[in-house]
Nanobody, 129 residues
Framework: QSHVVESGGGLVQPGGSLRLSCAAS????????VAWFRQAEGKEREEISC????????IYGDSMEGRFTISRDIAKNTVNLEMNSLKVEDTAVYYC??????????????????????WGQGTQVTVSS
């Protein structure tokens, strides 16, 4: 059973944009911190961004701020990752991870080694002409 599901991936040309969504299938994402990661074939997982449960704390990984924007859509119970000016090197499987803890209303942790409650199965993003 998938508790967390990513969507919105696909094929896009260089310079294009995509919006990925992370949705919870059987619980509300309120009070859950949500993080986005990506992993290209043959490479280590990269940290993109995280957002706190309350939405006020946002962290971006190295070189991620500017082209990537994380946000919450409370009405749709999703956390979105807006990606602009996409490059070929952005090609990867994109994952979201969620956790709920005493600190997640006001904070989030962005680390691929952190013990999140749930990980999604990932969505493929391919940037190619």
């Amino acid at each position: 059973q998938s508790h967390v599901v990513e969507s919105g991936g696909g094929l896009v040309q260089p310079g294009g944009s995509l919006r990925l969504s992370c949705a919870a299938s059987d619980f509300s994402l309120d009070n859950y911190a949500v993080a986005w990661f990506r992993q290209a074939e043959g490479k280590e997982r990269e940290e993109i961004s995280c957002i706190s449960g309350g939405g006020l704390k946002i962290i971006y990984g190295d070189s991620m701020e500017g082209r990537f924007t994380i946000s919450r859509d409370i009405a749709k119970n999703t956390v979105n990752l807006e990606m602009n000016s996409l490059k070929v090197e952005d090609t990867a499987v994109y994952y979201c991870a969620v956790e709920r803890a005493y600190y997640t209303e006001t904070n989030c942790i962005l680390s691929s080694s952190h013990d999140y409650d749930y990980w999604g199965q990932g969505t493929q993003v391919t940037v190619s002409s």
